[in-house]
T-cell receptor
């Protein structure tokens, strides 16, 4: 009965590869987000989608591309991975302010 | 200047102690305010919302001062299970902005 589920939980990959992280929510929320938590534990918003439309796009490299096929899914595709992309990526969803986070995807680029 | 500033700690306190965390935010247009808790290698979870009138949830008391753009969290009679990182969070138009967190360790 997971509310916000992300896959994979762990991802280890080489520099230069392309990878995707998937996120799904079954809460009926209308807004979904991607956050990045770096090694200093600072959580920063990357993207936000409301009803499949991009509403927030913070300054992230254009190697990162979110895709929302429907309002229950928000996937994150990353091209040409770099060492600095290593972090924990959290998906979240909300409806009128109540936020729920996924358990995170720990990405390690080697 | 960061939008949300917190003392990173760490705070190491004995069981039963009272501990206070402070936070300031820079965007006066912020609309909602929260404290989140994050355990090691876990996702952030909402601890409590924060209101200008102050609000209490058991051993936890949160306070907001809009004039000075200051948020506080007080934990009374701390338990070992309170050990975590506490994140001060402000929201505007449903976008959450997080502080860098304050690490708390409650010692037996």
């Amino acid at each position: 009965d997971t509310a916000v589920s992300q896959t994979p939980k762990y991802l280890v990959t080489q520099m230069g590869n392309d990878k995707s992280i998937k996120c799904e929510q079954n809460l009926g929320h209308d807004t979904m987000y991607w956050y990045k938590q770096d090694s200093k534990k600072f959580l920063k918003i990357m993207f936000s989608y409301n009803n499949k439309e991009l509403i927030i796009n913070e300054t992230v490299p254009n190697r990162f591309s979110p895709k929302s096929p429907d309002k229950a899914h928000l996937n994150l595709h990353i091209n040409s991975l770099e060492l600095g992309d290593s972090a924990v990526y959290f998906c979240a969803s909300s409806l009128e302010g109540g936020y729920t986070f996924g358990s995170g995807t720990r990405l390690t680029v080697v | 200047r960061k939008e949300v500033e917190q003392d990173p700690g760490p705070f190491n306190v004995p069981e039963g102690a009272t501990v206070a965390f402070n936070c300031t935010y820079s965007n006066s247009a912020s609309q909602s305010f929260f404290w989140y808790r994050q355990d090691c290698r876990k996702e952030p979870k909402l601890l409590m919302s924060v209101y200008s009138s102050g609000n209490e949830d058991g051993r936890f008391t949160a306070q907001l001062n809009r004039a000075s753009q200051y948020i506080s969290l007080l934990i009374r009679d701390s338990k070992l299970s309170d050990s975590a990182t506490y994140l001060c969070v402000v929201s505007k138009r449903r976008q959450l902005t997080f502080g860098s967190g304050t690490q708390l360790t409650v010692l037996p």
